[in-house]
């Protein structure tokens, strides 16, 4: 792999690394129908690599269209990852579009060097599902230059921007509802984490279903991450405490899953004992035992949702910024009853 280039990038510099003669990457940059497609590639990826772009061909390439949209996620193992690429990648075919992913696992060299791709031409624009605008190195990118965005699944706090995600007030709100409904009055909220902005509106969803029950309920919130293993950690501080309640409102279903592990191995039995419900509708909640009641995100319709208000932007500039809060459902399995225990 060659090194990081310490000084502007030049036409050299660009021919070397994709292995193409310098006329071939003035022809790429002049002229991009008249180059092989294989090789237009390697030159879009050298450029991006190296920073190429301060002269008038890299202008004259950002001026041609690359007819790719760059998808930027923190982690494509998150379970709620492959539902929206697909509603992506179906839009973005439809409306003759590729799609590159951007595997960031938080790293700030890589959102750098995504940001390189933008910015050279790569890539028409960016569906966002990090929750942040990615880091700009040095010499600094203004986001100001940057083609269009449209967050997803994790709004972020730019009034620019659009944003399209599950309606995690409303959906949580009627997660909580239910569990009333079965008669449970001690509900636990175990959270996603303080950093994550999706915890925070669904504890104001489970907080809304509180107080619009016409009982004194508790806000009960506990701290997690979102991982099995928070969940497991959340039991294991209820327990030391020993202040439980009936029921579990979990940040997603792999908290979910962790609080029904830990339960099962102190002996207790769910939902006979514990009522345990999730938020996300992963595909492991329905073969898990018991598999888990939860709320259903419409992955696919927010991944087709998102990616056409960016191609829409991208005709148009002038085009407003919009926000579509789309209705989760009700997933009603087994790791949800009535109250079987007398409560404190």
């Not at 990118?141 to 007030?169: F, K, W």
């Not at 005709?315 to 209705?327: G, I």
């Amino acid at each position: 792999m060659s090194e990081p280039i310490d000084r502007p990038a030049t036409i050299e510099d660009v021919a070397k690394l994709a292995g193409v003669s310098i006329a071939t990457v003035s022809r790429a940059l002049r002229s991009p129908s008249k180059v092989a497609e294989s090789t237009r590639k390697k030159v879009t990826a050298a450029i991006a690599r190296t920073g190429y772009q301060a002269n008038a061909m890299a202008q004259n390439l950002r001026m041609q269209r690359s007819q790719m949209v760059l998808v930027l996620a923190s982690s494509i193992a998150d379970p709620n990852f492959a539902g929206i690429l697909t509603g992506l990648e179906k839009a973005a075919n439809d409306r003759g579009y590729g799609v590159l992913i951007g595997n960031t696992e938080g790293t700030i060299g890589l959102e750098q060097t995504y940001l390189r791709f933008l910015s050279t031409g790569m890539a028409d624009g960016l569906v966002l599902l990090t929750g942040h605008i990615p880091v700009a190195g040095e010499p600094r990118t203004p986001m100001s230059s940057l083609p269009p965005i449209v967050a997803t699944e994790r709004a972020v706090n730019l009034p620019d921007l659009s944003y399209v995600g599950v309606d995690d007030v409303a959906a949580s709100k009627m997660a909580t509802e239910y569990l009333i409904s079965l008669g449970h009055r001690r509900i636990v909220f175990i959270s996603g984490g303080t950093a994550d902005i999706r915890s925070d509106l669904r504890h104001s969803g489970y907080q809304m279903g509180l107080r619009e029950s016409s009982r004194d309920l508790r806000d009960w919130r506990v701290e997690g991450d979102g991982t099995s293993e928070s969940g497991r950690a959340a039991i294991e501080r209820l327990f030391i405490k020993d202040d439980l309640p009936t029921a579990f409102f979990c940040f997603n279903d792999n908290t979910a899953i962790g609080v029904i592990s830990a339960l099962q191995i102190r002996g207790y039995r769910v939902p006979e004992d514990f009522s345990v419900l999730g938020f996300d509708d992963i595909p492991f909640a329905n073969n898990f035992t018991p598999s888990l009641t939860t709320i259903r995100q419409p992955r696919q319709h927010i991944g087709e949702l998102a990616m056409n208000l960016l191609l829409d932007r991208l005709a148009n500039r002038e085009k407003s910024p919009e926000t579509h809060l789309l209705h989760g459902d009700l997933i009603v399995r087994e790791s949800c009853s009535g109250v079987q225990r007398p409560t404190p």
